[in-house]
């Protein structure tokens, strides 16, 4: 499926959607340098958690998480005001790419009220043998379920829901071409497997809400919390400012020279 004006009543039945061809060639390239740029500066962060407290001074994760195509589908599940939550690079490399355990993501988040929508973007091809994002249809109506500790396997929360909850064998693989897009439900069961292939496979996970949902933040700003389009609403949330690209500091990245004019002409 391609984007279209009215997804909304496949996602109300199935909790979740894929978008096909969303982003060109040359921005997923610079999202696939961009992962090895961020690795590189934190050798000690294992690739699939390269996440949102790395990204208030960098200019390309604002670039790509405000690119118009995918707010424009955003939009269709959330509306015309819309903020950034956060976003996390799930990098599994190859033959030792860690697991997802099953879970809701609302479980793990402060966010009132629960409204927010994840865009799953494939920077790799997604496939079955690569660790894809698998998801359980029709579970987004479930309640938002305690996720507990669990690392009897290396995984990448260290936690996952209680197996009861589960019925694996409805398990879909989401399959997606580099630059498809998967769009889920802040309640929707999902997870994914490791990664044995020699195929690396990341997404970029981007939790986009309405600037009506508050970030409840109680030790400060929030590091990823951005406003992206449309208007803030007074009270809620404190943003950070958009971050201009200095060179020799930040990832070189197609139309980083016109970055700083355009962070200006929102700064008005
Ligand atoms: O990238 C994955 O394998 C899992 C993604 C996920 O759990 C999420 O989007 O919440």
Redesign the pocket.
């Known amino acids: 499926m391609s984007a279209m004006p009215d997804v909304n009543a496949e996602y109300d039945r199935e909790g979740y959607l894929l978008f096909h061809d969303v982003l060109d060639a040359e921005l997923l390239e610079d999202a696939s340098r961009h992962v090895e740029w961020l690795a590189e500066k934190n050798p000690t962060v294992r690739p699939e958690l390269l996440g949102h407290t790395l990204m208030t001074h960098d200019p390309f994760w604002v670039r790509l998480i405000s690119d118009d195509r995918l707010l424009d589908i955003a939009q269709q599940f959330i509306g015309p005001d819309i903020a950034l939550f956060a976003s996390h690079y799930?990098c599994?490399p190859p033959f030792d790419g860690q697991p997802?355990l099953w879970?809701q993501?609302g479980s793990y988040w402060p966010l009132d009220p629960m409204e927010v929508v994840?865009l799953?973007l494939a920077v790799d091809d997604s496939l079955p043998e690569n660790?894809?994002?698998r998801v359980i249809p029709r579970t987004q109506n479930t309640t938002l379920q305690p996720m507990k500790p669990d690392t009897s396997t290396p995984n990448?929360?260290s936690s996952g829901m209680d197996k009861s909850w589960v019925q694996e064998e409805l398990a879909v693989d989401c399959v997606l071409r580099k630059g498809g897009v998967e769009v889920?439900h802040p309640n929707l069961i999902?997870?994914?497997n490791a990664n044995h292939s020699p195929l690396r496979r990341c997404?970029l996970?981007i939790r986009y809400i309405p600037a009506s949902t508050r970030i409840l933040s109680p030790s400060g700003k929030w590091p990823s919390a951005f406003l992206l389009r449309g208007n803030g609403v007074p009270g809620v949330n404190d943003y950070n400012p958009w971050p201009r690209y200095v060179e020799g500091e930040h990832m070189p990245f197609s139309g980083c020279e016109q970055w700083n004019q355009k962070v200006a002409a929102r700064e008005g």
Do not use: A
């Open positions: 799930i599994k997802v879970h993501d994840t799953w660790g894809c994002l990448v929360l889920h999902h997870g994914s997404g996970t």
